[in-house]
């Protein structure tokens, strides 16, 4: 009977460590993850997550040894293609699946992979110039040719339809125009966290969304309480402000005269005084003027007749 190599059974007693201890448990799945991307996204994630890559078969041993429930690492083994397990003593599920869903990132398409979406490639210029680039996009489905100095896609076309084969030819070429349909990251396939798992799709939350209801909500329950005359320190400046304006309102419908209404009156009888000059035509302003005219002359004349006859009296 062999024996299990040395570096198997550290690995085992790490795994065990870490699932016997504090905080949460979870299974990422990392197949198809480039090495530099895979080493680029630990890293980002290093300061809030501990990932430690072993076979299934060690992550089953581990599990049994921290005395782990067998079914429910199964259920995190669902859609796993290589597994890895995750810990955190310092997120919560939801907390680590947000952050796992930040390396979720495209590439390039290889030879036989299948198209994730129907991939669609829309009309106008690109930023090669005239060469057997041309022939090369025509050769794979892409109609191209030269406009105006640059090689520019004819017309929009779907070159591969969701589930199909991708070619390796289609895949370089779809990379020089920045194409990367194939998704990879580190996909967080459940997690367990205070004796409850967390499938995958329980962690993923709307959050625009939850925003949108919970700010509508306490719109709603503002203006409820306003309604039905609830003071409280968000409803009392509301309330106050209202009760102002309708017993301005109410004040200036009355015709009661006080310091608050006063100029409103002013600037009403003003209104309508321009608003009736503006009625009338030229000559009836200029009577006007003349009637106001004669009558400061008229009074003028009365002031320099009194002020004889004190005169003469004297």
């Known amino acids: 009977m062999s024996k299990a190599a040395p570096w198997k059974k550290d690995r085992v007693s790490e795994l065990a460590e870490i699932l016997s201890g504090d905080g949460i448990v979870g299974i990422v799945d990392i197949g198809g993850v480039p090495a530099s991307n895979m080493l680029d996204m630990r890293s980002s994630l290093r300061e809030q997550m501990t990932m430690t890559m072993a076979k299934k078969t060690l992550i089953k041993l581990a599990w049994e040894q921290a005395g782990r429930s067998e079914e429910e690492l199964e259920q995190l083994f669902e859609g796993a293609i290589q597994p890895c397990v995750v810990h955190s003593d310092s997120l919560n599920a939801f907390e680590l699946f947000a952050e796992l869903e930040k390396t979720r990132q495209g590439r390039a398409a290889k030879a036989g992979e299948l198209a994730p979406i129907d991939i669609v490639i829309e009309s106008g210029p690109t930023e090669f110039g005239p060469g057997p680039i041309v022939g090369e996009f025509n050769a794979v489905g892409i109609p191209a040719k030269i406009d105006r100095g640059k090689v520019a896609i004819q017309k929009t076309i779907t070159v591969v339809n969701e589930g199909e084969v991708i070619t390796g030819d289609l895949g370089i070429m779809l990379s020089k125009l920045g194409i990367t349909p194939i998704e990879i990251g580190l996909i967080l396939t459940g997690a367990i966290e205070g004796g409850f798992l967390f499938p995958a799709s329980s962690l993923r939350l ?16 503002f203006n409820l309480a306003c309604n039905a005359r609830w003071f409280s320190t968000a409803t009392t400046p509301t309330l106050l402000s209202k009760a102002s304006s309708e017993a301005m309102a109410v004040a200036i419908e009355a015709g009661v005269v006080n310091d608050d209404t006063a100029s409103i009156f002013i600037a009403r009888a003003n209104a309508h005084a321009m608003a009736i000059a503006g009625q009338l035509d030229s000559s009836a302003l200029d009577n006007a003027d003349a009637a106001a005219s004669d009558a400061a002359d008229s009074d003028n004349g009365a002031e320099a007749s009194a002020e004889k006859e004190e005169g003469e009296e004297e």
């Open 206 to 221: 709307d959050t625009d969304g939850f925003r949108n209801d919970v700010l509508t909500a306490a719109s709603g329950a």
